[in-house]
């Protein structure tokens, strides 16, 4: 009895990071490469599987999808879910400790209960007391509001069943344990099968949950990777805690667009959101200076307009740094070699740190001509004209190639007061309409140099 008992609980050994399973101990994960990221589980595979077989229907007759969505009242979180909360849907909120992940969630669950709407907040890290200090700090108290502070999933459940609110919001998913899996919470598969009960109690019972993710050091949502997966929607806040600004941005959305992002700025009262970041980021930029320049990125479908810093200086060590914060450091290198190769100037005895002001990180190619004309800025001790803003993705060969979304880069510089935009030659020769703004197109670095700084 004791040897079956044994054969049937055998212990695994699981990647904390994508959920690979191993029979022994692995220094290093062989499916994500990850280093010291395999525990041990015990997992039972004689589970019975419970309810009924599920029948297959033609498509047409399947229930329809165009349930009205439930808006937040926080325009900055509707823009990133699409238009508002979809019924039935599992959204998942990553992003470090203290970035405002609770605060967010407390005035989240506040609007919604302004229309009258029952929520419920499930908490496993903090107690009722905690909770409501920090509800009470931030004005976000209201009677349609319920806590509960759970960890036991199974509870979870009965409990939303039981009361059915609007809304169900679980702080965190690294909290909760199920009853039928004996590892610790937080390990893997607890994180997996909590998370996997709540996504078939939200499809069934068709009441959204919004979960609360930690994220680990390398800034993944702790737990396997399948997580993302299961859920509808992932939502990263990100942002630096020693700066006041925090950047709510979509990676999935089953019933969005991706890559939009929400702007949020820390106060005293709590998130306040911001309406108009590119006045903003840019209402501390000095005029005149050499290594400033500003460039109109576009996350989404909203327009930002953001200052690119630079600083060139001579290197007093044998090998030259090359630093970048808000963009890639593989790109600056790869553009500093373009710009010396190319554009003639002497990039390779020098210290190079280039900055993007306000906390943001910028991914897209159009950032690249705003680095080249910071880097050649703060080179040659030229300023920009401030009210020149400058896109466009810079190729090997020191070509200026075509990048997406013009006409709203160029309407959002025109409403700011800029007056002139140097952009991509292709862009320039598609546009037939007036935009208000001097549109100078350049095909290479040489005439961009003409244009920027002659």
Not at 7 to 27: D, T
Not at 102 to 109: K, W
Not at 261 to 280: A, H, R, T, W, Y
Not at 315 to 338: E, F, K, P
Request: charged share 20%.
């Amino acid at each position: 009895m004791n040897v079956l008992s044994k054969k049937q609980n055998r212990p695994v050994f699981v990647c904390r990071q994508c959920g690979y399973k191993s029979g022994k101990w692995l220094g290093r994960c062989p499916e994500c490469g990850e280093w010291e990221s395999l525990v041990e589980e015990i997992i039972n595979p004689h589970i019975s599987v419970k309810g009924s077989l599920a029948q297959p229907l033609p498509l047409y007759l399947a229930p329809d999808g165009d349930e009205e969505r439930i808006s937040t009242h926080i325009d900055e979180l509707d823009r990133v879910l699409g238009g508002g909360i979809v019924p039935g849907s599992v959204v998942l909120i990553g992003g470090e400790p203290g970035i405002g992940k609770s605060t967010l969630l407390l005035h989240l669950l506040a609007a919604i209960a302004q229309d009258g709407k029952k929520v419920l907040y499930v908490s496993g890290e903090e107690s009722a007391r905690q909770i409501k200090m920090r509800a009470r700090r931030l004005g976000a108290i209201h009677p349609e509001q319920f806590l509960a502070t759970e960890n036991v999933v199974e509870h979870i459940i009965a409990m939303t069943c039981a009361m059915r609110p609007s809304l169900l919001a679980v702080d965190s998913i690294q909290t909760l344990t199920c009853a039928e899996i004996s590892s610790s919470p937080g390990s893997v598969t607890q994180v997996r099968e909590s998370a996997y009960k709540l996504l078939g109690m939200a499809k069934k019972e068709n009441i959204p949950v919004v979960l609360v993710g930690h994220v680990t050091k390398d800034g993944a949502i702790a737990g396997p990777k399948v997580l993302e997966h299961m859920v509808d929607t992932v939502l990263y806040f990100e942002g630096d805690r020693s700066h006041a600004f925090r950047i709510l941005r979509t990676v999935k959305n089953r019933f969005g667009s991706t890559n939009e992002i929400g702007v949020f700025e820390m106060k005293e009262e709590g998130l306040v959101q911001v309406s108009n970041p590119s006045e903003i980021f840019l209402a501390e930029r000095p005029l005149n200076e050499p290594g400033s320049v500003v460039l109109p990125s576009v996350e989404g479908t909203r327009p930002i307009l953001v200052e690119v810093q630079a600083l060139v200086s001579p290197t007093n060590l044998g090998t030259a740094r090359r630093t970048a914060i808000g963009a890639d450091q593989q790109r600056l290198s790869l553009l500093c070699a373009v710009l010396e190769k190319k554009g003639g100037l002497d990039m390779y005895g020098n210290d190079i740190f280039l900055n993007i002001a306000g906390g943001m990180r910028i991914d897209e190619p159009a950032l690249d001509l705003g680095v080249i004309c910071a880097l050649a800025s703060s080179l040659l001790e030229k300023p920009i004209s401030s009210t020149t803003v400058v896109c466009g993705e810079v190729g090997l060969a020191g070509e200026v190639r075509a990048i997406g979304h013009v006409d709203v880069r160029i309407r959002e510089a025109h409403r700011l007061g800029f007056s002139r935009f140097v952009l991509p030659r292709s862009n320039k020769e598609r546009i037939t309409w007036q935009p208000g703004i001097e549109l100078i197109g350049v095909a290479n670095l040489p005439e961009l140099m003409d244009v920027v700084f002659g």
